[in-house]
């Protein structure tokens, strides 16, 4: 059975610094592995979607990398601000059909 | 381009009553995903239908809870005979089919049973 576990569960980096969220998955047959962002009382922003076959994707300050054989994920955000303060979530597909397991997410606070 | 919507935003009920939960997938997206996340719990999958098919109700309470996605109109997840346990955020996800497979969410529904 998947378990999808991230840590630490909360973390507080003054501004500037550089975030480094962990991922990790019990069960390395995975289709692909989806970061999200989740602000208080909102929905779900997808970040970075990293399918199996990568290693990795970019998307401006945040970088995803994907180990499959370790089943680990790292998402790293550049130079924090403020605005990056939310809760971050990973999930896997791990079935033909799509659906995702999340973790519990890691919630971040950047101080200014 | 609209993202995924969903509606009602927030719901209150009374225990007893039913709850209809709407979701309007991104335009040209013919697969919805279910989700709900209960209060100081994780999210988790209830339901994944394409446009008039049930494909995976592996996450769905067996009673009470049902879902439809019709050919025209939107996906709806409907609670019968709510009660407190049912009080959480209730988000829909789209995605297009392909097979890159990234899903986008809507904003939720926020259910409350008093």
């Known amino acids: 059975k998947q378990e999808v576990t991230q840590i630490p569960a909360a973390l507080s980096v003054p501004e500037g610094e550089n975030l480094v969220l962990n991922c990790s998955f019990t069960?390395?047959?995975?289709?692909?592995l989806q970061w999200f962002r989740q602000d208080p009382g909102k929905g779900l922003t997808s970040l970075l979607l990293?399918?199996?076959?990568?290693r990795e994707q970019t998307s401006g300050r945040l970088n995803a990398s994907l180990d499959k054989s370790s089943g680990r994920s790292t998402l790293y955000i550049a130079a924090s601000q403020p605005g990056d303060s939310a809760t971050y979530l990973c999930?896997?597909?791990?079935?033909?059909?799509?659906?995702?397991?999340f973790g519990a997410g890691t919630q971040v606070v950047v101080t200014p | 381009n609209a993202g995924v919507m969903q509606n009602p935003r927030h719901l209150v009920r009374r225990r007893g009553q039913e709850a209809r939960l709407r979701c309007s997938p991104m335009?040209?997206?013919?697969?919805v995903y279910w989700y709900r996340q209960l209060p100081e719990e994780g999210l988790k999958f209830m339901v994944y239908?394409?446009?008039?098919?049930?494909?995976?109700e592996s996450g769905m309470p067996k009673e009470r809870f049902s879902a439809e996605f019709p050919k025209e109109g939107p996906s709806i997840l409907r609670i019968q005979q709510v009660v407190r346990g049912d009080s959480a955020a209730y988000f829909c996800?789209?995605?297009?089919?392909?097979?890159?497979?990234?899903?986008?969410f809507g904003p939720g529904t926020r259910l409350t049973v008093l």
């Open positions: 999930a896997v597909v791990t079935d033909s059909w799509g659906k995702l397991q």
């Open positions: 069960d390395s047959a995975i289709y692909n």
């Open positions: 990293i399918q199996s076959s990568q």
């Open positions: 335009k040209g997206h013919s697969h």
């Open positions: 239908l394409q446009k008039e098919n049930i494909i995976d």
């Open positions: 996800a789209s995605f297009s089919g392909g097979s890159y497979n990234e899903q986008f």
